[in-house]
């Protein structure tokens, strides 16, 4: 009998940070944290000197770690975490800074997914992205995480009876929402023929399936709640939250991810069911990965997200909304940053700062990361439910 | 099917020669006994000794059980492809120049999902298929997963032709067109489809058996060399070292002597001076324009063959000065091969055992026919094989090895062959 986890009770999120992304940029990604806290500072009014936690997701850090930004930064902490996750990091963050905060570990921390992109860093990651993909994917092509993903599409297709046009409404849909987003790198509207008359890159994943790498911040705070109220920051709380990691090793191909175990623990501890949940803020590396968590996380059965993607609309102002900002497909992906987009927008979605997409009587959202291909699937998963304090 | 190769236009003079860029070579420590295989033309993996589990990706430790004893084992490579999917564009200039390129993922009936490079012949996942290692153009290896029942031009598969030095349409120089192995080479290489085979003599007023059979056929130019005289190497490749695709030294002076049985150091000196100088003076003249030339289309440069000997691992004593100057060569190949790696030449070393000619005549059988050792090499340059044994004694000689080199060195001393 495993034991019962504690509830995340008591714990506010708030400050959601978003340093503007750029496609390339000269700075190191120190730059962009050091913009990110000073954002977070000015947001909060809280001042550095009080910040005495802090939670960091960054590739392109190296050499440095966590510990190296403190001095940095010239930031004096009491806990401190470095989860280069990349796509789960925002869950990952969250539930570490939330226990940290529970706990008296830490009053206020500083959760922070940052990275910079130079014209040649994208290759540069890759090849040297883990043992394993230098030694058992990069030398196949070199096609990154696209060749990892049209494998996984390609067979989920073949096994599900997907369309490519079930992705394209995903991503026309996210699309829609990014316009609305003033943060999104991607400005033009996009239509299902575009994305399906969009160039090749890896059979079956075209242009519009694949996520621009750029350089870019997104941060926000946890502290107990009183702290928030105290200081007027709106804020949201956590009803439950879960991740997993390398799950479903046994499956030859990726067809499901580790949301499927935790997700009933999950609506459990929120006292929600799917159906309860008014966004959510898919991880977007690819529209498979989308249609996986819709199914692992138990909106609609494995293998029927194709039927449910035509059955709904997902933009913000639809009848499942998904990634509200318009995502990494169409927002862009800072690196890192990519697995705290969602975490950002949900807090902007619940505490009434979302502006023109803002989601009508938004009360719960879930957010889901999905982070690190270190051969041939992500490893990481985890999600969380976001609702509005009592 | 595989679309034939056909016979390549000629080179325009004008454009410039495409320079190689060559696919990811980095590989852990782990990972490269792939390759160790893979240089041998066998395809293995770690198979855990405690629990039979077969790993992939390489690891130092078992996924089941944890067990630190991960042994590399033969495997069949059978197995199912899952899916598939074409490149259209790679974040890698070897890949980019060479787009679009198919990939495949093989759930192998031994365990593990392996990524691979797709051979042309493969259809569409779900499919039986075989995988098996090769090294690519960086020298290391890559997994290939072929169709279950091959077709007779699957050699000349583009992906395949990436990987290999197959010598149709190449052009070839094989160093030395006296003996009887220089004269099997010729013919193996005519036979395998090679466009011009340049064979060296260096003495021609001698007359010997068999030059005349090699010179009329029409792919054959018999070329002066001597491989002792620097100025007839370098006269040699500044004639044709920038068309040479693919060198094959068979030079050799062998002698029967061990320390002892002779004075002076005239038979020993000679040995060198052919065995290890005469590769020093050919690898420094016809070496760079090789390497410039790795990328110069379907049938550009891509391979250079060394002559050695079983001897080279450990010294037989019999033939002692002999084994010397092989075990030397040997060295020097192992630094020609790592400085042409670079430019994405193989450098494929042959470790016959004794050749059945006048001097291992009173060697007992069994002995290598020269005809045997010249489709060995041609399969190498086929099969993208960078070291062979080729015959019975050799192969018993590396298993020896492998087991004990102590042993083997003891029992060689006491006459054990």
Redesign the interface.
């Known amino acids: 009998m495993r034991t019962q986890r504690l509830s995340y009770e008591g714990v506010a999120v708030a400050i959601p940070i978003t340093v503007p992304y750029v496609r390339y940029s000269t700075k190191t990604a120190h730059w962009f944290v050091g913009h990110a806290l000073d954002a977070l500072v000015k947001a909060s009014g809280i001042p550095k000197s009080q910040i005495d936690g802090l939670c960091l997701s960054s590739f392109s850090l190296v050499p440095d770690t966590a510990v190296g930004v403190t001095q940095h930064l010239g930031l004096s902490t009491r806990w401190l975490d470095h989860m280069p996750t990349g796509g789960a990091s925002g869950v990952m963050c969250l539930r570490r800074a939330a226990r940290a905060v529970q706990a008296g570990d830490a009053d206020v921390v500083a959760c922070i997914a940052a990275d910079t992109n130079h014209v040649d860093s994208?290759?540069q990651t890759?090849?040297?992205f883990s043992?394993?993909a230098?030694?058992?994917?990069?030398?196949?092509?070199?096609?990154?995480p696209?060749?990892i993903f049209?494998?996984?599409t390609?067979?989920y297709m073949?096994t599900f009876g997907a369309k490519r046009e079930d992705f394209g409404r995903i991503a026309v849909d996210q699309r829609t929402n990014a316009l609305q987003n003033p943060h999104a790198m991607f400005k033009k509207p996009l239509t299902l023929a575009e994305y399906m008359d969009a160039?090749?890159?890896?059979?079956?994943?075209h242009l519009f399936d694949c996520v621009m790498p750029c350089a870019g911040a997104e941060a926000f705070l946890v502290m107990r709640e009183e702290r928030a109220r105290d200081l007027g920051l709106a804020h949201a709380v956590i009803r439950g939250a879960i991740e997993r990691h390398n799950a479903y090793?046994e499956d030859?191909?990726m067809v499901r991810g580790g949301w499927a175990i935790d997700r009933d623990e999950l609506f459990a501890q929120a006292g929600a069911q799917p159906a309860d949940i008014d966004f959510i803020q898919t991880y977007d590396d690819y529209p498979v990965i989308v249609m996986m968590q819709m199914e692992d996380l138990g909106f609609c059965q494995k293998g029927e997200a194709s039927d449910f993607v035509q059955s709904h609309t997902m933009t913000f102002d639809g009848s499942f909304p998904n990634n509200t900002s318009g995502g990494q497909l169409s927002a862009g992906q800072a690196g890192a940053a990519g697995g705290f987009l969602g975490m950002t927008e949900a807090l902007r979605q619940l505490t009434d700062s979302a502006g023109p997409r803002s989601v009508a009587n938004a009360q719960l959202g879930l957010v889901a990361g999905f982070g690190m291909v270190t051969?041939?699937r992500c490893l990481c998963t985890g999600a969380v439910i976001l609702g509005r304090p009592a | 099917m595989t679309i034939p190769l056909m016979r390549p236009p000629r080179k325009n003079p004008v454009l410039r020669t495409r320079q190689m860029n060559l696919p990811p070579g980095a590989r852990g420590r782990v990972a490269l006994g792939l390759t160790a295989a893979a240089a041998e033309g066998r395809f293995e993996l770690q198979t855990c000794e405690d629990c039979n589990s077969v790993q992939y990706p390489p690891r130092e430790v078992c996924h089941q059980c944890l067990s630190p004893r991960l042994q590399w084992r033969a495997q069949s490579g059978a197995g199912v492809l899952l899916s598939s999917t074409t490149l259209h564009h790679s974040n890698d200039l070897f890949f980019r120049e060479r787009l679009p390129w198919t990939l495949g993922m093989v759930h192998l009936d031994a365990g593990p999902t392996v990524m691979t490079h797709l051979h042309g012949d493969v259809g569409t996942a779900p499919q039986k298929v075989r995988v098996g290692a090769r090294l690519d153009r960086a020298g290391q290896a890559v997994l290939i997963a072929y169709p279950q029942e091959g077709d007779a031009h699957m050699a000349d598969d583009k992906m395949l032709r990436e990987m290999t030095s197959d010598p149709k349409f190449r052009k070839v120089l094989v160093t030395d067109g006296k003996t009887e192995v220089g004269q099997s080479l010729v013919k193996a290489l005519v036979k395998a489809g090679a466009d011009i085979v340049w064979v060296g003599h260096a003495e021609p007023w001698k007359k010997l058996g068999g030059l005349e059979d090699i010179s009329a056929l029409p792919q054959v130019t018999l070329v002066p060399l001597d491989l002792t005289n620097g100025r007839s190497v370098s006269e040699l490749a500044g004639e044709i070292g920038g068309k040479v695709d693919i060198v094959i030294n068979n030079a050799e002076v062998h002698r029967n002597f061990g320390i002892a049985a002779r004075r002076g150091t005239d038979a020993a000196k000679a040995e060198m001076d052919i065995n290890y100088f005469g590769l020093l003076r050919l690898a420094q003249e016809f070496g760079p324009a090789l390497m410039g030339r790795s990328a110069d289309g379907e049938t550009g440069a891509s391979a250079w063959v060394n002559l050695l000997s079983i001897y080279a691992l450990s010294n037989f004593p019999p033939h002692g000065t002999f084994s010397a100057s092989k075990a030397a060569a040997h060295s020097l190949a192992q630094c020609l091969r790592a400085e042409m790696r670079p430019a994405g030449i193989r450098v494929i070393n042959v470790f016959p055992g004794p050749l059945d000619d006048e001097w291992n005549q009173q060697m007992p059988p069994p002995k290598l026919a020269a005809n045997t050792l010249a489709n060995a090499v041609v399969k190498a340059l086929r099969d993208g094989i960078e070291d062979i044994y080729p015959g019975d004694v050799a192969q018993e000689w590396l298993e020896r090895w492998r087991d004990n080199p102590k042993v083997l060195e003891r029992e060689l001393a006491a006459g054990g062959g």
Request: a positive charge; zero cysteines.
């Open positions: 994208f290759r890759l090849g040297s043992n394993f230098r030694d058992a994917t990069y030398p196949y092509g070199s096609g990154g696209n060749s049209a494998f996984i390609a067979h073949r160039r090749p890159i890896s059979d079956p994943i090793s030859p191909l051969y041939d």
